[in-house]
């Protein structure tokens, strides 16, 4: 499952992977821990040969319980500071460093190679797993999305959110090492006229009618 931020990949993910019997795996937040892990070290985050230089360093293990996800580097674990500003700010630019990329790609292949389980985040369909057998590619408005994000964050503002939003888009479609985009094959599914539930129902009926 792939979409931009606030399109609802992950409550749907969890809630498709959890009334399925499946495993969950949260690629995006492999990239904020090692974001999260960068910005520990010190690595100057504006220069892609410095964090191409350690990306193979970080050990990050995930958990795949769609109850309970877990993200840890090293054996600490990292699943609130990983949704902090800072991170945020900061993930797409990493996520861009190509070595970056080919490393948690083959983490995530392995996580996935043991089968049956719903995996989320901006180049599944298209790079990590192009032969998985239901691809979905969730949208919502500007608007929703935002509204979204601020609901689930304090401090902040629609505005600024749609503001963010807007650039960290504008970052993961235009990077050069596999961009988001929509899959060949997947459905794309507009989210912002409906729950989370109906979004839920619509992608549980896709995996009936494909499997």
């Given amino acids: 499952m792939d979409g931009p931020s606030g399109s609802g990949k992950s409550s749907v993910s969890r809630g498709v992977?959890?009334?399925?019997?499946?495993?969950?795996?949260?690629?995006?937040?492999?990239?904020?821990?090692m974001t999260w892990w960068m910005l520990q070290q010190?690595?100057?985050?504006?220069?892609?040969?410095?964090?191409?230089?350690?990306?193979?360093?970080?050990?990050?293990?995930?958990?795949?319980?769609?109850?309970?996800?877990?993200?840890?580097?090293?054996?600490?674990?990292?699943?609130?500071?990983?949704?902090?500003?800072?991170?945020t700010g900061a993930v797409s630019v990493v996520a861009a460093v190509p070595e970056v990329r080919a490393r948690l790609v083959q983490l995530q292949r392995e996580i996935i190679g043991a089968g049956d389980i719903v995996v989320e985040g901006r180049d599944i369909g298209t790079v990590v797993a192009p032969d998985a057998a239901v691809k979905v590619y969730l949208t919502a408005s500007?608007?929703?999305?935002?509204?979204?994000?601020?609901?689930?964050?304090?401090?902040t503002t629609v505005e600024a959110q749609q503001a963010a939003m807007a650039r960290r888009d504008t970052l993961d479609s235009t990077r050069k090492a596999d961009p988001l985009s929509m899959a060949d094959g997947a459905v794309e599914l507009d989210t912002t006229p409906l729950t989370l539930e109906e979004v839920i129902g619509e992608v549980l009926s896709l995996v009936k009618e494909r499997t």
Avoid: F, H, K, N
């Fill in 142 to 155: 500007a608007e929703a999305r935002a509204l979204r994000r601020t609901a689930e964050l304090a401090g």
């Fill in 17 to 33: 992977a959890r009334a399925l019997g499946l495993r969950y795996l949260d690629t995006g937040a492999m990239y904020r821990a």
């Fill in 42 to 87: 010190g690595v100057d985050l504006t220069d892609p040969a410095a964090v191409a230089a350690r990306a193979g360093e970080p050990e990050i293990t995930c958990g795949t319980d769609p109850d309970g996800p877990s993200i840890q580097v090293g054996g600490v674990d990292v699943a609130g500071p990983i949704r902090e500003a800072e991170v």
